[in-house]
């Protein structure tokens, strides 16, 4: 059975209640439901986990090999600023697709520009919660249709 590792970035713990008119009021642990409930059906299992720390999520990325085949990335506002996140997805060379609750493309000039997005297979940015499950649905198709 494929095993997709999720993580969630930086204040993405505070959803449902930061700043609801560009991020909605779904919560984080809604976020996690919707997707356990959707990895139940595609077959898969699915781990989420959360951090406001850069290093503990280079940890997790390096450990990701020895148990699961693919990465769901949101990288929050490390996005923008993580050579190290980058590099560690590099350097493990897990398939990893990047959501985004926002349209990343539309907002300010400094969120236009991805660290990860040349290291991911794909990335889908503005379709808030629905973009976790269009992200998994993606990241399990490219593991099971792998040359």
Known sequence: ????LVLHGPNLNLLGIREPTVYGATTLDEINATL???GKE???????R???IEGELVTWIQEAPSQFQGVLFNP???????IALRDAIAAVGLPMVEVHLSNIHSRESFRRRSYLASVA???ISGFGPQAYALGLRAIVHALQHKS
Do not use: K
């Not at 595609?42 to 989420?48: F, N, Q, R, T």
């Not at 929050?76 to 993580?82: D, E, F, I, L």
């Open 42 to 48: 595609l077959g898969v299992s699915v781990e989420a």
């Open 36 to 38: 356990m409930t959707l």
């Open 50 to 52: 959360q951090s406001n």
């Open 121 to 123: 297979i794909g990335q």
């Open 76 to 82: 929050a506002a490390y996005t923008h600023t993580s």
């Open 1 to 4: 059975m494929l095993t997709i």
